[in-house]
């Protein structure tokens, strides 16, 4: 039966996502299980955000606590992958998440973890509605699982305080993504379950782009993320986005 809500706004939550994503929640925190590629990938991105903010924000990225007094939310947060980082880092952070189980998953973690961190199964149309907004907003592979790429974009745009910073994560619409995201991590390598990526919702960079100069967001840097086959270690790579990549956007 797939996990519902009858409370969330669903106009972006895709249910079947939600449906595909609760059923792995017991392995959110497994180095080893179903989510092993995001936990391979998360140094980087955790750095990546807070050198871009500190840079944005006139912050020192070597300070323990860089984000301190920063309110920063994370969309589609999951287990708390980067929400737990980023509280570290010292910002206020605000995660929600469509599925239940997630959240339940991601305050226990936290919780055991001696980490204050605002988890909400919700969706951004109903927090939006709360009239909030954030300094930082993040939404970090979770725009290639929604159902209303455009709406989705806006809203998040609007959760984001005027000269407050977007940072994005998502997979580029190209041959070498179905090769390796999908062939590759699903089937050959089965780092995830088959289906849990549709190629057809990826987006090329020059569209998330577009959606965000439609939502008065200037886009400031775009980076790739590509993997070493040997290592499996994770690096930015500014000349190769055909896979993963990274997005960087202010509020005007």
């Not at 944005?56 to 969309?75: A, K, Q, T, V, Y």
């Not at 995201?181 to 780092?191: F, H, M, N, T, V």
């Not at 790739?224 to 690096?235: C, E, I, R, V, Y």
């Amino acid at each position: 039966m797939k996990e519902k809500n009858a409370n969330i706004n669903t106009g972006t939550v895709d249910a079947d996502e939600i449906e595909r994503f609760t059923r792995m929640a017991g392995e959110w925190w497994d180095l080893q299980g179903k989510f092993k590629p995001l936990h391979q990938i998360n140094p980087l991105r955790i750095g990546f955000i807070r050198d871009r903010a500190c840079a944005h924000l006139g912050r020192n990225p070597n300070d323990p606590h860089p984000l301190s007094g920063l309110n920063l939310l994370d969309i589609g947060c999951g287990g708390g992958l980067i929400a737990e980082p980023m509280c570290r880092l010292g910002a206020h952070v605000t995660a929600i998440d469509a599925g239940e189980k997630n959240i339940k998953v991601a305050r226990l973690h936290a919780e055991q973890s001696g980490l204050t961190i605002d988890y909400r199964a919700t969706s951004a149309e109903d927090l939006l509605l709360t009239g909030a907004q954030y300094d930082i907003v993040l939404a970090l592979e979770i725009v290639e699982h929604v159902a209303d790429i455009a709406q989705f974009v806006e809203v998040s745009s609007k959760l984001l305080k005027p000269g407050g910073l977007m940072v994005w994560a998502t997979l580029n619409r190209t041959a070498k993504s179905f090769a390796f995201a999908i062939i590759g991590a699903e089937y050959i390598l089965r780092w995830l379950p088959r289906g849990t990526h549709d190629w057809h919702k990826f987006l090329k960079p020059s569209e998330l782009c577009a959606h965000l100069r439609n939502c008065g967001i200037e886009v400031t840097e775009m980076t790739g993320m590509t993997m070493n086959p040997l290592t499996f270690s994770w690096q930015l790579s500014p000349q190769d986005l055909a896979v993963n990549y990274l997005l960087v956007g202010k509020k005007q």
